[in-house]
């Protein structure tokens, strides 16, 4: 028997075996606690501030969606200011608006409802503007009437433009000069 311990040789450890004793031993030392108490007031003012940045999109979406199917988007009432000679039934006829229709549309495209309107004879200018969230109103500028023409005993209204109503009247209603004996040729331009 031998008195003696008998010495190893060192085994030579390779580098991750190195990092993992070095790891070990560094995880028995005891660990500091920091004192921050801050982060958590700080975290939460993040978590609120991300939390509006994507409320308030899905909040306005949904409003904007809302109002969209709501009756307020819808047209509501139409009247029409400045008609002498035509009747307003007639222009809001001509502009083909209807209670389906919605505002927002009108507002993105006004001219074409207007275009409708100035295609009749005795219109010379249109404009539509939107009151009330939903009421829709047609200001009308008529050609000027000149006088009256008399055809088979009525009186049809001539305008500026020399264009003459197909609709007559048993009686003139207003003080306009009447014109008699004028055919066709000689009231075309």
Same mark, same amino acid.
């Given at each position: 028997?031998?008195? $003696?311990?008998?010495?190893?040789?060192?085994?030579?450890?390779?580098?991750?075996?190195?990092?993992?004793?070095?790891?070990?031993?560094?995880?028995? +030392?005891?660990?500091?606690?920091?004192?921050?108490?801050?982060?958590?007031?700080?975290?939460?003012?993040?978590?609120?501030?991300?939390?509006?940045?994507?409320?308030?999109?899905?909040?306005?979406?949904?409003?904007?969606?809302?109002?969209?199917?709501?009756?307020?988007?819808?047209? %509501?009432?139409?009247?029409?200011?400045?008609?002498?000679?035509?009747? %307003?039934?007639?222009?809001?006829?001509? *502009?083909?608006?209807?209670? *389906? %229709?919605?505002?927002?549309?009108?507002?993105?495209?006004?001219?074409?409802?207007?275009?409708?309107?100035?295609?009749?004879?005795?219109?010379?200018?249109?404009?539509?503007?939107?009151? %009330?969230?939903?009421?829709?109103?047609?200001?009308?500028?008529?050609?000027?009437?000149?006088?009256?023409?008399? +055809?088979?005993?009525?009186?049809?209204?001539?305008?500026?433009?020399?264009?003459?109503?197909?609709?007559?009247?048993?009686?003139?209603? *207003?003080?306009?000069?009447?014109?008699?004996? $004028?055919?066709?040729?000689?009231?075309?331009?």
């Amino acid at each position: 028997m031998a008195w $003696f311990k008998r010495q190893e040789k060192p085994v030579k450890q390779t580098p991750w075996e190195q990092y993992q004793a070095q790891t070990k031993a560094q995880s028995k +030392r005891p660990k500091v606690k920091a004192n921050l108490p801050n982060l958590t007031a700080l975290r939460r003012n993040q978590l609120r501030r991300n939390l509006w940045l994507v409320v308030t999109p899905i909040v306005l979406l949904l409003a904007f969606f809302g109002y969209m199917v709501s009756p307020l988007a819808k047209v %509501d009432l139409v009247t029409v200011t400045g008609t002498e000679i035509t009747p %307003d039934q007639t222009i809001i006829d001509a *502009s083909h608006l209807a209670k *389906s %229709d919605l505002i927002l549309g009108l507002l993105m495209n006004p001219g074409k409802v207007t275009t409708r309107i100035e295609k009749l004879p005795e219109i010379k200018a249109a404009k539509l503007q939107v009151s %009330d969230w939903h009421n829709v109103t047609l200001h009308v500028t008529e050609y000027t009437p000149v006088g009256y023409v008399v +055809r088979h005993n009525q009186y049809h209204l001539v305008l500026e433009t020399g264009y003459i109503e197909a609709k007559g009247q048993t009686n003139p209603n *207003s003080n306009y000069p009447i014109f008699t004996g $004028f055919t066709k040729k000689s009231c075309q331009r």
